[in-house]
């Protein structure tokens, strides 16, 4: 599985951007995408995932009612819509992909960067 993320940009405060993420190769096999996001200096965190099947998602305190993630599995891609953005959004934002429920994310994308401005 290959990941690659796409969509990164500058933003100011308050504003929204829309990540994407599409997959390719074998696809079939993933479970659940995620999103991460790394800060300069600082451990890389959790944001957001979807199920593949269901469409269930899980987000992180720091991001709910603000981010929305969704997905399209005809074009095998997942979107992460940050709205209300914060300069403490900023970092590079990771995707990756999980092969079963319990399994860790064992693929990730490149990543792209997000900086938002006060």
């Known amino acids: 599985v290959q990941l690659q993320a796409s969509g990164g940009g500058l933003v100011q405060a308050g504003g929204s951007l829309r990540v994407s993420c599409a997959a390719s190769?074998?696809?079939?096999?993933?479970?659940?995408m995620g999103w991460f996001r790394q800060s300069p200096g600082k451990e890389r965190l959790f944001v957001a995932h979807?199920?593949?099947?269901?469409?269930?998602?899980v987000y992180a305190d720091s991001v709910k009612g603000r981010f929305t993630i969704s997905r399209d599995n005809a074009k095998n891609t997942v979107y992460l819509q940050m709205n209300s953005l914060k300069p403490e959004d900023t970092a590079v934002y990771y995707c990756?992909?999980?092969?079963?429920?319990?399994?860790?994310?064992?693929?990730w994308g490149q990543g792209t960067l997000v900086t938002v401005s006060s």
């Open positions: 990756a992909a999980s092969l079963f429920a319990s399994g860790g994310y064992v693929y």
């Open positions: 190769g074998r696809t079939f096999s993933i479970y659940r």
């Open positions: 979807i199920s593949r099947s269901d469409g269930s998602t």
